[in-house]
């Protein structure tokens, strides 16, 4: 039976999204009590050993510790991250964990192109869930939402993107990332002239 549902949440990620079930569909509101890892935990703790990618803008302090428990979960089959240029430097200071998680996950599980998505993929055998919402990894109280579903037409885009994205090396240049995230296929040049010389926002 397929389960729809909006709810206003102010309790933990268990809580709102409860059990993971064929054909979900769920959109929460939640007042930040809970981030995109307590979620992608969850959803392993409930399907069981998974596959899974995570789309992510900048990897903060917080997210490092995350991105750890991550790695150490023994119920993931395979993992793909992917990262925002976020300036090189911002970038390079990861380094670490970039490297170390190429060397658990392979070449293939790091990609670096221009994002500020915040996307979960988890699939195995019985389930494709996919996680969607204006959160990052960090605890942040504020007005945050989601939506989960499993199954359908939107998890098999996220899969075809993520799969066209090529692997760049970590210290790619912006150039690199924007025509890897092809970009610069959604505008005409007449339409970008006008932001010439304007000052991009500061991240």
């Known amino acids: 039976m397929k389960r729809k549902q909006a709810v206003e949440s102010f309790r933990s990620a268990a809580e709102c999204i409860g059990p993971i079930e064929p054909e979900m569909s769920l959109f929460a509101l939640t ?25 992510t803008w900048v990897i903060a302090d917080y997210e490092v510790d995350s991105i750890h428990s991550l790695m150490v979960r023994n119920e993931l089959l395979s993992a793909t991250l992917i990262v925002d240029t976020s300036g090189n430097e911002k970038l390079m200071s990861r380094l670490p964990i970039l ?6 996950f392979g070449e293939q599980s790091l990609k670096i192109c221009k994002n500020h998505a915040k996307i979960a993929r988890i699939w195995n055998d019985r389930f494709r869930v996919l996680i969607r919402g204006s959160m990052n990894f960090n605890f942040n109280p504020r007005f945050e939402q ?8 939107d998890f098999d885009l996220i899969e075809r993107v ?3 994205l090529p692997v760049l090396p970590i210290n790619c240049s ?9 970009v610069g296929q959604a505008f005409e040049n007449s339409q970008l002239k006008m932001f010439d010389g304007i000052k991009v926002w500061a991240k």
């Open 162 to 164: 993520e799969e066209e």
């Open 31 to 55: 007042r930040g009590q809970f981030s995109m890892i307590d979620m992608i935990l969850h959803t392993l703790d409930q399907i069981g050993p998974s596959h899974v990618s995570v789309w």
């Open 99 to 104: 490297e170390t998680w190429r060397a658990t």
């Open 174 to 182: 912006r150039a690199e990332a924007g025509k890897a995230s092809q």
């Open 146 to 153: 989601l939506d989960i579903t499993e199954g359908g037409p």
